[in-house]
DNA sequence: CATTTGGTTAGGCATGTGACTAACTATAGC
DNA sequence: GCTATAGTTAGTCACATGCCTAACCAAATG
């Protein structure tokens, strides 16, 4: 799987600007559409919708149009693998230092 | 604390690039002097720098010098800030699946 | 003290990102 | 069918990002 690592990119940068995780925070409250997600916001629709798009292209977000009105939902899947990636490297981290606790105990025990 | 909001920013921001979470990667486990932080990667140093310097800024990253060589190591806080973002959201998410789900409960019974 | 080694600074360049306006399409409602 | 509404497409523009080379500084080391 070379692609999980095409698909973090992807994902952190669409979480790195504070429009698009406002829209991840108000999609994680329920389904929305286009408009009215756009709606506190002061930008232009055409450039609100490009964040959309950056949300749907990596998956943490999906869309389906029912008439005129596109409805936006949450894809937690996606959400998940970037928390996954974070809490991976934290454990591992956190591995280390209880090695390197029980390294120093060791050596606390040969000395005594 | 609006300033959460700016350091989320960032540190997505930074988590976005392969090179930088390979560094993240690599730091978890110990910390690292740069030359041998870089040797893995085929870019000229001062690039490599700068994706340090990102990292830095961030918080995500920490470094200190001694003699000539400057260690870099990993700050764990940092890194479960942007760990607790993704979970509040997954977290929304799922009690609200839950209330929709009791909700379709209370239906059900009262057409019971 | 001259040289290597580890790291840093400066400046330049191609590409990517995020915003805008203007013009367009398609459904809904009268 | 005409008009308003919801969303889309196209094209432009300023600025940020990621890479490079060249030159530099500072601590080992012979």
Redesign the pocket.
């Known amino acids: 799987m070379p692609n999980q690592m095409a698909e973090l990119n992807?994902v952190f940068?669409?979480l790195?600007?504070?429009?698009?995780r406002a829209v991840v925070e108000r999609l994680s409250r329920g389904p929305t559409?286009?408009?009215?997600?756009?709606q506190p916001f002061?930008?232009?629709?055409?450039?609100?919708?490009?964040?959309?798009?950056?949300l749907q292209k990596c998956g943490l977000v999906q869309?389906r149009?029912?008439?005129?009105?596109?409805?936006y939902e949450l894809a937690p899947n996606t959400l998940r693998e970037a928390e996954d990636w974070l809490s991976a490297q934290r454990s591992l981290w956190e591995r280390r230092l209880d090695q390197l606790d029980s390294f120093l105990e060791d050596l606390k025990e040969q000395s005594e």
């Open positions: 992807l940068q669409a790195a600007d504070p429009t698009r559409a286009t408009t009215e997600l756009a002061k930008m232009a629709l055409p450039s609100f919708l490009q964040h959309l798009d950056v869309s149009k029912s008439g005129r009105v596109r409805t």
